[in-house]
């Protein structure tokens, strides 16, 4: 009995096993949650286009044809054009780029800020907490398009601008998510194991805290997604977002609603259709997502 | 199992449990039959994952759906096939006649009802009491448990009492409607040692007060032998040895059991040099071996083991073991690795 | 069994060399009060103890929930900020070391948990675990020789080498705490402060990892302080036991002479209340039950805390408080009635 050659040497789980994880994690959600797996399709989609939006559109988005002006849906312009003939389905194809490009941008940069905020807060806790907690609550108190507004209004609207001034409002409402699962996180022994390893802070909070707060983020990040497509196109809408000639839903709808909603119902028609997908498509997927990685976030 | 005592109060046949899971289906009670007889206390011990507390959900008709079902076997609770019941009628015997006491103190009491709420709700609804004498029920059966005061009491939240106090209160809950059997799941797993005693001590005493049986299933050797007139003794859902407490500890005649008895260190025994352990890890429900289950740990397995599944057959009286080596197994005090050293 | 021998071996210590003492330690936790709440209760978790451990042996210490052995065991790693006291450990007061200071000295005090399912991050590989300290700490600075050195830790604790590429849920409750353990292991401690670390394991596991515990204390001279609520587990292992309740040490003795003749009267209810699987042993059993529960910590009973309960409190009981006195050598009690 001089060595610990024991017994716990029992391998339980086979290669077999792992190399299906991701395969069956899959097909699991697709099967338990058809919703969410159409959300997702729709997503899919959405980002295929936006990649190989040169390749399919049937038009430059940016070319002016007035021979085609306000033409209605024909075999020529599928989905019609503007006032200025631009083929609205070429700009629909198109905007997706910038749609993809303010949401995914401003929901990930507002996420991991969010995340990285209330990790770093929930951990070192007391006054820390206590202050940037309260400096969070009152962002929290502005409503989103306000605080948006006054963002750009402050910053100016090229797209980077348009990023962040939809990141600032959404960083507050992820650190407080965060934190609270951040908070119990604190508590689990591997952290008190990884402090009594004497590892620094960043350490701790980057690699033993963050990865767990993975399913609350994962959550925050694609119900973002969505808020901020929204967000990007009521800006552009009220013109304080994405400027002209450049391909924006919110901005296709700004000109179609102001001139020609009676004319020309295809104009505002289908780019608001296409925010409205989108969107949908975006929180579906998202409640699902949150729905499967609920239990999990219980269950440890 | 053909013959079946008079006095038998719950008799469980052949009862199989399963489990869907992700990695296929878990057999968690696999063909176990044991039987409860009027006012006695019989245990059912194992690990986790053995069984034990899917047994007792089964009879209670609690076990969790859609994952979990029960497949086959009977439930016969005086004169009544509790699988045939419908859920009308289960209810009616859940808390009434067969009541639950959970492992977790804390958490099985409601925190926003007064306590007296909780004891006087089960009274109304099973006997039909008005509030007052639901009220005086509460009353008393605070008293049985040994909570005095009770009117005073009654009237305060579940946080205002400690661990102990609380088990208390869940012993006095399933007391209220004077029930013919009482299923402990871990009723002292989460409790202190000195107030495991007590609750232990009350448990039997009121057991023997009332008549109450109580089935107790528990991880703990040391509780079954202080309050158990016999033991049933699980692993990976089936039963392996059974007898009455004397036997199975006195002359264990199953490699599992005697592996317990003799892993775990004893304050009556002289310090051993190193403890002697049972090898390996717990079985996987998903994947079992054939044959005996606990083969693959068994320092006397045979081949016959790893092929054939062992019946359950008597090796003396009503002692039952689950083990084609069990005549040829040595006794408890015999330790094969321990030197003996003084303490 | 070749790779665990090729550990370099430690030189064997002279017996009876302090490592750790700790010193009228105490902790108090504030509960409310706050920003606009009135004044805050305090908690004295731990309330002046003091022992110490010598090189090599195993301290015991048991007590029920709440009498403050885990939050000793805390102070000890500095997971906890000691409200007053020292905590010596090779001559160094802890508490007053800077934060730099402290990183070092956490190598060489470790810890084992009770909970193998959370003290495992389930997001990092159990090689990751493992080559983690020994990087942060440069104990093996090149990458390849931390490889091999993770295989030989897995080894020594009983796991397969293969497992380093593993998720802790793919592994057993036992298994996990081996990889506890190794962990513990991989920054070469001389202090192991082990938390209830069998108490969440299935009964066939804990003899396992006890009797790893005793091998691999025998192969590296560890020094453990066992802290455990179970009385036969602390007996196989300890060569001293201290009993706390209520944040002070009731009684402090080496094994043979606390488990032959306890002198506390808590020490008497407590191993009284142990059963012993046996039957025939136990109907002929004396017992001694004792009365009512352990008060709250918040508002401690005046004098001997113990004095509520106490079989043989006498009126001095509520007004004295006990020193821990050396009633005889080596064995110190806490009780004017002893």
Same mark, same amino acid.
């Given at each position: 009995?001089?060595?610990?050659?024991?017994?716990?040497?029992?391998? /339980?789980? /086979?290669?077999?096993?792992?190399?299906?994880?991701?395969?069956?994690?899959?097909?699991?959600?697709?099967?338990?949650?058809?919703?969410?797996?159409?959300?997702?399709?729709?997503?899919?989609?959405?980002?295929?286009?936006?990649?190989?939006?040169?390749?399919?559109?049937?038009?430059?988005?940016?070319?002016?044809?007035?021979?085609?002006?306000?033409?209605?849906?024909?075999?020529?312009?599928?989905?019609?054009?503007?006032?200025?003939?631009?083929?609205?389905?070429?700009?629909?194809?198109?905007?997706?780029? /910038?749609?993809?490009?303010?949401?995914?941008?401003?929901?990930?940069?507002?996420?991991?800020?969010?995340?990285?905020?209330?990790?770093?807060?929930?951990?070192?806790?007391?006054?820390?907490?206590?202050?940037?907690?309260?400096?969070?609550?009152?962002?929290?108190?502005?409503?989103?398009?306000?605080?948006?507004?006054?963002?750009?209004?402050?910053?100016?609207?090229?797209?980077?601008?348009?990023?962040?001034?939809?990141?600032?409002?959404?960083?507050?409402?992820?650190?407080?998510?965060?934190?609270?699962?951040?908070?119990?996180?604190?508590?689990?022994?591997?952290?008190?194991?990884?402090?009594?390893?004497?590892?620094?802070?960043?350490?701790?909070?980057?690699?033993?805290?963050?990865?767990?707060?993975?399913?609350?983020?994962?959550?925050?990040?694609?119900?973002?997604?969505?808020?901020?497509?929204?967000?990007?196109?009521?800006?552009?809408?009220?013109?304080?977002?994405?400027?002209?000639?450049?391909?924006?839903?919110?901005?296709?709808?700004?000109?179609?609603?102001?001139?020609?909603?009676?004319?020309?119902?295809?104009?505002?028609?289908?780019?608001?259709?296409?925010?409205?997908?989108?969107?949908?498509?975006?929180?579906?997927?998202?409640?699902?997502?949150?729905?499967?990685?609920?239990?999990?976030?219980?269950?440890? | 199992?053909?013959?079946?005592?008079?006095?038998?109060?719950?008799?469980?046949?052949?009862?199989?449990?399963?489990?869907?899971?992700?990695?296929?289906?878990?057999?968690?009670?696999?063909?176990?039959?044991?039987?409860?007889?009027?006012?006695?206390?019989?245990?059912?011990?194992?690990?986790?994952?053995?069984?034990?507390?899917?047994?007792?959900?089964?009879?209670?008709?609690?076990?969790?759906?859609?994952?979990?079902?029960?497949?086959?076997?009977?439930?016969?609770?005086?004169?009544?096939?509790?699988?045939?019941?419908?859920?009308?009628?289960?209810?009616?015997?859940?808390?009434?006649?067969?009541?639950?006491?959970?492992?977790?103190?804390?958490?099985?009491?409601?925190?926003?009802?007064?306590?007296?709420?909780?004891?006087?709700?089960?009274?109304?609804?099973?006997?039909?009491?008005?509030?007052?004498?639901?009220?005086?029920?509460?009353?008393?059966?605070?008293?049985?448990?040994?909570?005095?005061?009770?009117?005073?009491?009654?009237?305060?939240?579940?946080?205002?009492?400690?661990?102990?106090?609380?088990?208390?209160?869940?012993?006095?809950?399933?007391?209220?409607?004077?029930?013919?059997?009482?299923?402990?799941?871990?009723?002292?797993?989460?409790?202190?040692?000195?107030?495991?005693?007590?609750?232990?001590?009350?448990?039997?005493?009121?057991?023997?007060?009332?008549?109450?049986?109580?089935?107790?299933?528990?991880?703990?050797?040391?509780?079954?032998?202080?309050?158990?007139?016999?033991?049933?003794?699980?692993?990976?859902?089936?039963?392996?040895?059974?007898?009455?407490?004397?036997?199975?500890?006195?002359?264990?005649?199953?490699?599992?059991?005697?592996?317990?008895?003799?892993?775990?260190?004893?304050?009556?025994?002289?310090?051993?040099?190193?403890?002697?352990?049972?090898?390996?890890?717990?079985?996987?429900?998903?994947?079992?071996?054939?044959?005996?289950?606990?083969?693959?740990?068994?320092?006397?397995?045979?081949?016959?083991?790893?092929?054939?599944?062992?019946?359950?057959?008597?090796?003396?009286?009503?002692?039952?073991?689950?083990?084609?080596?069990?005549?040829?197994?040595?006794?408890?005090?015999?330790?094969?690795?321990?030197?003996?050293?003084?303490? | 069994?070749?790779?665990?021998?090729?550990?370099?071996?430690?030189?064997?210590?002279?017996?009876?060399?302090?490592?750790?003492?700790?010193?009228?330690?105490?902790?108090?936790?504030?509960?409310?009060?706050?920003?606009?709440?009135?004044?805050?209760?305090?908690?004295?978790?731990?309330?002046?103890?003091?022992?110490?451990?010598?090189?090599?042996?195993?301290?015991?210490?048991?007590?029920?929930?709440?009498?403050?052995?885990?939050?000793?065991?805390?102070?000890?790693?500095?997971?906890?900020?000691?409200?007053?006291?020292?905590?010596?450990?090779?001559?160094?007061?802890?508490?007053?070391?800077?934060?730099?200071?402290?990183?070092?000295?956490?190598?060489?005090?470790?810890?084992?948990?009770?909970?193998?399912?959370?003290?495992?991050?389930?997001?990092?590989?159990?090689?990751?675990?493992?080559?983690?300290?020994?990087?942060?700490?440069?104990?093996?600075?090149?990458?390849?020789?931390?490889?091999?050195?993770?295989?030989?830790?897995?080894?020594?604790?009983?796991?397969?080498?293969?497992?380093?590429?593993?998720?802790?849920?793919?592994?057993?409750?036992?298994?996990?705490?081996?990889?506890?353990?190794?962990?513990?292991?991989?920054?070469?401690?001389?202090?192991?402060?082990?938390?209830?670390?069998?108490?969440?394991?299935?009964?066939?596991?804990?003899?396992?990892?006890?009797?790893?515990?005793?091998?691999?204390?025998?192969?590296?001279?560890?020094?453990?302080?066992?802290?455990?609520?179970?009385?036969?587990?602390?007996?196989?292992?300890?060569?001293?036991?201290?009993?706390?309740?209520?944040?002070?040490?009731?009684?402090?003795?080496?094994?043979?002479?606390?488990?032959?003749?306890?002198?506390?009267?808590?020490?008497?209810?407590?191993?009284?209340?142990?059963?012993?699987?046996?039957?025939?042993?136990?109907?002929?059993?004396?017992?001694?039950?004792?009365?009512?529960?352990?008060?709250?910590?918040?508002?401690?009973?005046?004098?001997?805390?113990?004095?509520?309960?106490?079989?043989?409190?006498?009126?001095?009981?509520?007004?004295?408080?006990?020193?821990?006195?050396?009633?005889?050598?080596?064995?110190?009690?806490?009780?004017?009635?002893?």
């Amino acid at each position: 009995m001089s060595t610990a050659t024991d017994i716990a040497s029992v391998d /339980t789980v /086979t290669a077999a096993d792992r190399g299906r994880r991701w395969s069956a994690v899959v097909a699991d959600f697709c099967r338990r949650r058809p919703l969410g797996a159409i959300g997702a399709g729709v997503v899919v989609l959405m980002i295929v286009v936006a990649l190989t939006a040169p390749g399919i559109a049937p038009y430059d988005p940016l070319n002016i044809d007035f021979a085609a002006m306000l033409a209605p849906p024909d075999a020529a312009h599928w989905l019609g054009t503007d006032a200025y003939g631009r083929d609205v389905l070429s700009r629909i194809i198109y905007g997706s780029q /910038t749609a993809l490009i303010v949401g995914f941008g401003a929901a990930f940069i507002g996420a991991t800020a969010g995340a990285v905020l209330g990790v770093g807060s929930a951990y070192f806790g007391g006054r820390t907490d206590l202050v940037v907690q309260r400096f969070m609550d009152i962002f929290i108190s502005f409503p989103l398009i306000i605080l948006a507004l006054a963002m750009v209004a402050i910053l100016g609207n090229t797209l980077p601008n348009l990023i962040i001034a939809i990141t600032v409002p959404m960083i507050p409402r992820c650190s407080l998510v965060i934190r609270s699962s951040a908070l119990s996180i604190r508590e689990m022994p591997y952290v008190d194991a990884a402090r009594a390893a004497g590892y620094g802070h960043a350490r701790i909070i980057l690699r033993h805290m963050l990865p767990n707060v993975m399913a609350p983020y994962l959550i925050m990040l694609t119900s973002f997604l969505g808020q901020a497509i929204l967000l990007e196109a009521s800006l552009s809408f009220l013109g304080l977002g994405v400027q002209e000639p450049t391909a924006a839903w919110g901005l296709m709808l700004r000109g179609a609603a102001v001139e020609f909603a009676e004319t020309a119902p295809w104009m505002a028609l289908f780019p608001g259709l296409a925010i409205s997908l989108a969107v949908f498509a975006f929180n579906l997927f998202g409640d699902s997502l949150r729905d499967a990685l609920d239990p999990k976030l219980r269950t440890g | 199992m053909t013959d079946v005592a008079a006095d038998t109060l719950l008799d469980v046949r052949d009862l199989r449990t399963e489990f869907a899971t992700s990695h296929g289906v878990v057999r968690a009670v696999d063909g176990v039959s044991w039987d409860v007889r009027a006012g006695e206390t019989v245990a059912l011990v194992g690990e986790s994952g053995c069984g034990k507390s899917v047994s007792a959900l089964s009879i209670m008709g609690l076990v969790a759906r859609p994952a979990g079902r029960v497949v086959g076997g009977e439930i016969w609770f005086k004169g009544r096939d509790l699988l045939k019941l419908s859920e009308d009628e289960m209810r009616d015997i859940r808390g009434r006649e067969i009541a639950m006491v959970f492992q977790e103190p804390m958490t099985s009491l409601n925190p926003v009802l007064t306590v007296g709420r909780q004891i006087t709700e089960a009274c109304e609804i099973h006997l039909g009491y008005t509030p007052t004498q639901a009220h005086a029920r509460a009353v008393e059966v605070l008293g049985f448990v040994g909570i005095p005061d009770g009117a005073r009491r009654l009237k305060q939240y579940p946080h205002q009492f400690s661990g102990g106090m609380r088990q208390r209160l869940m012993i006095a809950i399933a007391l209220s409607c004077r029930p013919d059997l009482i299923l402990a799941d871990e009723p002292t797993t989460a409790l202190d040692v000195t107030i495991q005693a007590q609750i232990l001590d009350l448990m039997k005493d009121l057991s023997r007060q009332f008549g109450t049986a109580n089935l107790i299933i528990t991880h703990n050797l040391g509780v079954v032998a202080r309050y158990a007139d016999r033991v049933n003794v699980m692993y990976a859902g089936k039963i392996v040895e059974r007898g009455t407490a004397r036997e199975i500890y006195a002359n264990p005649r199953h490699p599992y059991t005697l592996g317990l008895l003799r892993s775990v260190p004893r304050l009556d025994e002289p310090k051993r040099a190193r403890l002697d352990p049972i090898q390996g890890q717990p079985p996987d429900l998903t994947r079992l071996p054939p044959g005996c289950a606990f083969a693959p740990r068994c320092a006397f397995a045979i081949d016959r083991c790893r092929a054939e599944v062992p019946p359950l057959t008597s090796v003396g009286g009503a002692h039952q073991s689950a083990c084609w080596v069990a005549d040829s197994l040595p006794g408890v005090a015999a330790k094969p690795v321990a030197e003996q050293v003084p303490a | 069994m070749s790779v665990a021998e090729n550990l370099p071996e430690a030189p064997p210590q002279a017996a009876g060399d302090v490592i750790l003492e700790v010193r009228d330690l105490t902790k108090h936790f504030h509960l409310g009060g706050g920003l606009f709440g009135g004044p805050p209760a305090v908690v004295k978790a731990v309330d002046g103890v003091s022992f110490s451990i010598r090189r090599g042996e195993t301290l015991g210490l048991v007590g029920e929930s709440g009498c403050g052995k885990t939050t000793t065991g805390r102070c000890i790693l500095l997971l906890e900020q000691p409200t007053g006291g020292q905590v010596i450990f090779e001559g160094k007061d802890l508490t007053k070391l800077s934060p730099a200071e402290i990183r070092v000295v956490r190598r060489k005090i470790q810890v084992i948990f009770q909970d193998p399912y959370s003290s495992l991050n389930p997001r990092m590989t159990i090689g990751q675990m493992l080559d983690e300290p020994m990087a942060v700490h440069g104990i093996v600075p090149e990458r390849r020789a931390r490889q091999d050195r993770v295989r030989e830790l897995l080894t020594v604790v009983g796991l397969l080498p293969s497992m380093a590429s593993r998720y802790p849920h793919e592994l057993s409750g036992g298994q996990r705490q081996r990889v506890g353990i190794a962990r513990a292991l991989a920054t070469e401690p001389s202090l192991i402060i082990c938390d209830e670390p069998v108490s969440a394991l299935d009964v066939s596991i804990q003899a396992q990892i006890v009797n790893l515990l005793e091998n691999l204390q025998e192969q590296f001279h560890l020094t453990y302080l066992f802290v455990a609520h179970d009385l036969s587990v602390v007996r196989h292992i300890s060569d001293r036991v201290a009993v706390m309740y209520l944040g002070k040490v009731a009684e402090i003795t080496d094994r043979t002479a606390l488990y032959a003749e306890p002198l506390h009267p808590y020490t008497q209810a407590l191993l009284s209340a142990v059963p012993i699987p046996d039957p025939e042993i136990e109907s002929h059993r004396q017992r001694m039950v004792l009365g009512g529960e352990v008060p709250s910590a918040l508002n401690p009973p005046s004098g001997c805390v113990f004095h509520p309960r106490c079989p043989i409190a006498i009126e001095d009981c509520k007004r004295i408080v006990p020193e821990v006195r050396e009633v005889r050598p080596g064995h110190r009690v806490a009780c004017i009635r002893v």
